[in-house]
């Protein structure tokens, strides 16, 4: 694992930890006979989802639906992401209509991405019911949307960023706690240009 900057908030052992309890928690509120299925939000809330498909489906016994939403035309900030965004492909192969949903993402912050993801959904269909997994809850919400599965809850600063590492995205794991660097540190520091 590489060396980095900031705290060290979860290791892989306490990312399978919080996972495997999340899907314990998921099998408990969603009882075995309601039909549910799993969705990741691109990009890191696809491994995530896939991760804790796997785990109910051993508990379940069965096969659970999983599909990939990418929100990036739902976006609110669309404009100040660039000019050419990157969008990727949703790949939702299942008829959402009375489904029960569990929406999967990395990281809950301002609850924006999540908006957009709800956005999305409804656009392919009526689901019974969504509710929200996320490995991190890191407060200082913009919108009134909190998650019913956490992996962790950690208080943020406006001046720092949680950033998850897993290693189907980036070849290893592991969630840190960032300073986010001020532009007068910027013009200091000759490495961060």
Same mark, same amino acid.
């Given at each position: 694992?590489?060396?980095?900057?900031?705290?060290?908030?979860?290791?892989?052992?306490?990312?399978?930890?919080?996972?495997? *309890?999340?899907?314990?928690?998921?099998?408990?509120?969603?009882?075995?006979? =309601?039909?549910?299925?799993?969705?990741? @939000?691109?990009?890191?809330?696809?491994?995530?989802?896939?991760?804790?498909?796997?785990?109910?489906?051993? @508990?379940?016994?069965?096969? @659970?639906?999983?599909?990939?939403? =990418?929100?990036?035309?739902?976006?609110?900030?669309?404009?100040?992401?660039?000019?050419?965004?990157?969008?990727?492909?949703?790949?939702? =192969?299942?008829?959402?209509?009375?489904?029960? !949903?569990?929406?999967?993402?990395?990281?809950?912050?301002?609850?924006?991405?999540? *908006?957009?993801?709800?956005?999305?959904?409804?656009?392919?269909? *009526?689901?019974?019911?969504?509710?929200?997994?996320?490995?991190?809850?890191?407060?200082?919400?913009?919108?009134?949307?909190?998650?019913?599965?956490?992996?962790?809850?950690?208080?943020?600063?406006? /001046?720092?960023?949680?950033?998850?590492?897993?290693?189907?995205?980036?070849?290893?794991?592991?969630?840190?706690?960032?300073?986010?660097? *001020?532009?007068? =540190?910027?013009?200091? /520091?000759? /490495?961060? !240009?």
């Amino acid at each position: 694992m590489k060396k980095t900057k900031g705290k060290l908030l979860m290791t892989a052992a306490e990312i399978d930890l919080a996972l495997a *309890r999340i899907s314990a928690e998921i099998v408990e509120k969603l009882s075995s006979q =309601d039909e549910f299925a799993f969705i990741g @939000i691109r990009r890191r809330g696809v491994p995530l989802a896939q991760r804790l498909c796997q785990r109910v489906e051993a @508990i379940l016994k069965r096969s @659970i639906p999983l599909g990939i939403l =990418d929100i990036t035309l739902y976006r609110d900030d669309l404009t100040t992401v660039g000019n050419r965004p990157m969008l990727r492909e949703t790949l939702i =192969d299942f008829d959402m209509n009375n489904l029960n !949903l569990v929406l999967v993402d990395d990281v809950l912050y301002t609850g924006r991405t999540i *908006r957009a993801a709800l956005d999305g959904i409804v656009d392919l269909g *009526r689901p019974k019911k969504v509710q929200l997994a996320v490995l991190i809850d890191r407060g200082n919400r913009e919108l009134p949307i909190q998650a019913d599965y956490v992996g962790k809850h950690v208080q943020t600063a406006e /001046d720092e960023t949680v950033e998850v590492r897993l290693n189907e995205e980036d070849q290893e794991e592991r969630v840190v706690l960032l300073k986010m660097p *001020r532009p007068s =540190d910027a013009l200091e /520091d000759p /490495d961060a !240009l």
